[in-house]
C-alpha cells in the first residue's frame, strides 16, 4: 500500500525529477508502507484547531494555480470528521477567484503553518461549496459567534492525503498573544523593578536649590532640583521613566509613587503638569497621554523642546529627572475618540503625533478600521516612527521630508471610506490644509476632528497694549509675545490650558478693543455675545485691550 500523498504528489515527471537529483531511492519506501495516511489523527487536528489561517491552493480552468490566505479566529477550519474540513467562507474582496476555481475543479491544497514551532501541516482534498440555504445546520455549526464576519457559504474538503513536513527553512514567527506569553516572566519582573524604583524613590531626599540641578539653561535663575515636588492638584505622579525619542523629543513616563492604578482615559487625553518657571513661579503645560490608554498603570507623555517657545518644554527637559514628584489635575479629553466601528483616517504632523498614536492603539484593539498618516520634517525627528511602524504595518503611511515625501491632504482625504472620521493633530498650516481640502470635497465638518499643538506669531503681528481692569495695570504685548505670557510675566494668576487656543481655559472677558481670534475653542456666541477672547492665541486688531483681568 502506498501513502496517499506520494501516489498524488510523486507525478511521473517529480519521479524522474528525483531520480536524476538521486533522491528517488530516499522515497521510493513511501509506495510499500502499511499506513496510508488519509485520516486524520488526533494530532492533526490539536494542530489545526490552533491554526487562526492558512494558505490554500486551487485550480483554475486555464490550468494555472491560484494560491490565497485564509483567515479566522483560531479554529474557524474544523475537523469534521477524520476525513473531512470545513470552514465558513467569510465575505473578502468580492473576486471569488477561489469559489469558482473550487465550483469547477474541487481539487485544493492546503499549508497549515505554526511559525513559532517551526511546525507545517500540507493537506490535499476535493473541495465542495455549500450554501445556507441547503444546510443551514453545518453553517451554523461552522460559525464563531464571537467574530464579526459575514459568513457567505460553507467549503467542505474530503481529505485525500496529508504529510508533515520538516523544519528547514522556517523563520520562526510569532503573535502578539504568543509574544505575550513569553514575556510574561519579563513584564513582572519589570514591574517589580519598577515598584522598587518608586520606593526607592520616595526615600531620597529632596535636592536643594542648586545651579547643578535643575538648572535652566536659558533661564537667569534655577528651579527646584530633579527630585523635589511641584503643583498642587489632586493626583500624586512620580518620573519612573526618560527615554530619548529624537534630539529634541523625551517620552516621560508617570506612574503613582504607591503604585495605584491611575485615572482610566481614553485615547485623545491630555493631562496639565505643573512646573516651575525662573522668575514667574509654577505654571502648567499641557500634553497629550501618548501610551496605550488602555494601561492603568502608567501614563507617558512626549515633549518636544522648544528653545524659542515660552519656557515650559526647556524647564522640563532640563529639570525632570527620575523621581520627580508632580501633583496633578486629573487627565481631561478634549479630543476624544468615536465608540463606534465608523472607520478612522488619522492624520498627523510633527509632534501632533502623541493623540494620534493612542488613538490608533485604541483602534486596533477594539478592530475598527483605520488609516494612520504621519507627516514630519525628517525620519529623525519623527518621535515614535519606528514603533509604529512595527506596530501598524500596512496601516502606516510615512510622509517625511528629507526623504522627498509629501503628504497629500487632498489625495488623503478622496481616499478614505464614505463614512470615516478624520483626526488631525499638529501645525495650524497642516489643520487649515485639512480643513480646506475637506471643504472643496463636500466632507461634513461633524466628521473632522482636529488638535493643534502650537501656533506661531504671525511675521505681521504687532506690539500691542493690554490693560488689566481688575488690577490697573497696563502691560506692553511684544509682537512676538502671547497675551497669556505677558500676563504670567507680570506676575499675574491667570487660568491656562493647552496653549494652543483649543480648550478655552484662558477665555477671558473683553472690555474694550478689537480682539482678533485665532483660537478653535470658542463660538461664535461666546466671542460676540460673551466678549471671550482666548489669551493664549489670540491678539487685537485695534492697538490696545482692556481685559477683565
Not at 486555464?62 to 465575505?91: E, H, I, K, M, S
Not at 498573544?177 to 519589570?190: D, P, S, Y
Not at 483616517?345 to 478592530?367: D, E, F, N, S, Y
Amino acid at each position: 500500500m502506498a501513502r496517499a500523498y506520494s501516489e498524488i504528489a510523486f507525478t511521473p515527471g517529480v519521479r524522474a525529477f528525483q531520480k536524476r537529483m538521486g533522491s528517488r531511492e530516499n522515497y521510493a519506501r513511501l509506495d510499500h508502507v502499511d499506513y496510508r495516511g488519509d485520516t486524520l489523527g488526533p494530532t492533526e487536528a490539536e494542530f489545526i484547531a490552533a491554526r487562526d489561517g492558512f494558505y490554500q491552493a486551487s485550480v483554475g480552468e486555464n490550468g494555472w494555480p491560484y494560491v490565497q490566505f485564509r483567515g479566522g479566529p483560531a479554529g474557524f477550519l474544523r475537523v469534521l470528521d477524520q476525513r473531512t474540513l470545513g470552514y465558513a467562507d467569510f465575505r473578502g474582496n468580492v473576486q471569488y477567484i477561489s469559489a469558482g476555481n473550487i465550483e469547477a475543479d474541487g481539487r485544493v491544497a492546503l499549508i497549515l503553518m505554526d511559525y513559532a514551532q517551526r511546525r507545517r501541516l500540507k493537506i490535499w482534498g476535493r473541495a465542495r461549496l455549500v450554501d445556507e440555504a441547503d444546510d443551514a445546520a453545518l453553517i451554523a455549526r461552522l460559525e464563531d459567534g464571537n467574530y464579526r464576519a459575514r459568513i457567505e457559504r460553507a467549503v467542505l474538503i474530503s481529505v485525500e492525503a496529508f504529510d508533515w513536513n520538516c523544519p528547514r527553512h522556517i523563520t520562526p514567527r510569532f503573535t502578539e498573544t504568543e509574544i505575550g506569553q513569553r514575556t510574561q516572566v519579563l513584564h513582572a519582573e519589570i514591574a517589580q523593578l519598577q515598584q522598587e524604583l518608586v520606593r526607592v524613590a520616595r526615600r531620597v531626599p529632596l535636592a536643594p536649590l542648586a545651579r547643578d540641578q535643575g538648572e535652566v539653561p536659558d533661564g537667569g535663575g534655577t528651579v527646584p532640583g530633579a527630585l523635589a515636588s511641584v503643583g498642587s492638584g489632586s493626583l500624586a505622579l512620580i518620573v519612573t521613566g526618560i527615554r530619548q525619542l529624537t534630539p529634541r523629543v523625551r517620552a516621560y513616563e508617570l506612574r503613582s509613587p504607591d503604585g495605584a492604578a491611575l485615572p482610566k482615559i481614553g485615547a485623545g487625553a491630555h493631562i496639565d503638569v505643573p512646573l516651575h518657571l525662573p522668575n514667574r513661579g509654577e505654571e502648567t503645560r499641557r500634553y497629550s497621554i501618548s501610551s496605550n490608554p488602555a494601561r492603568r498603570d502608567a501614563y507617558e507623555i512626549a515633549v518636544l523642546r522648544e528653545d524659542a517657545g515660552s519656557g515650559g518644554s526647556v524647564a522640563i527637559h532640563a529639570s525632570w529627572q527620575i523621581g520627580r514628584q508632580l501633583f496633578c489635575q486629573p487627565p481631561g479629553n478634549d479630543f476624544a475618540l468615536h465608540d463606534d466601528q465608523r472607520p478612522a483616517v488619522l492624520i498627523a504632523g510633527g509632534i501632533g503625533i502623541t493623540p494620534i498614536k493612542a488613538m490608533a492603539l485604541q483602534l486596533q484593539a477594539r478592530k475598527t478600521r483605520f488609516m494612520l498618516h504621519y507627516a514630519g520634517r525628517s525620519t529623525r525627528e519623527m518621535a515614535y516612527r519606528d514603533r509604529l511602524e512595527r506596530q501598524f504595518g500596512a496601516q502606516l503611511r510615512i510622509y517625511a521630508g528629507d526623504r522627498g515625501q509629501r503628504l497629500d491632504v487632498p489625495g488623503v482625504i478622496a481616499a478614505a471610506p464614505a463614512e470615516a472620521l478624520f483626526y488631525v493633530c499638529g501645525p495650524v498650516r497642516l489643520l487649515d490644509a485639512v480643513r480646506d481640502a475637506a471643504a472643496t470635497q463636500c466632507v461634513a465638518v461633524e466628521r473632522l476632528r482636529c488638535e493643534r499643538f502650537h501656533v506661531s506669531a504671525r511675521p505681521d503681528d504687532l506690539p500691542i497694549q493690554v490693560v488689566l481692569h481688575g488690577s490697573g495695570r497696563t502691560l506692553e504685548v511684544a509682537a512676538q509675545q502671547s497675551i497669556l505670557d505677558a500676563v504670567h510675566a507680570a506676575g499675574i494668576a491667570a487660568a491656562a490650558g493647552c496653549r494652543s487656543g483649543s480648550c478655552g481655559t484662558c477665555a477671558v472677558k473683553v472690555l474694550a478693543g478689537i480682539p482678533d481670534h485665532r483660537d478653535s475653542a470658542l463660538s461664535d456666541s461666546e466671542r460676540e455675545r460673551a466678549g471671550l477672547m482666548c489669551i493664549c492665541v489670540s491678539r487685537a486688531r485695534s492697538a490696545a485691550l482692556t481685559l477683565d483681568l
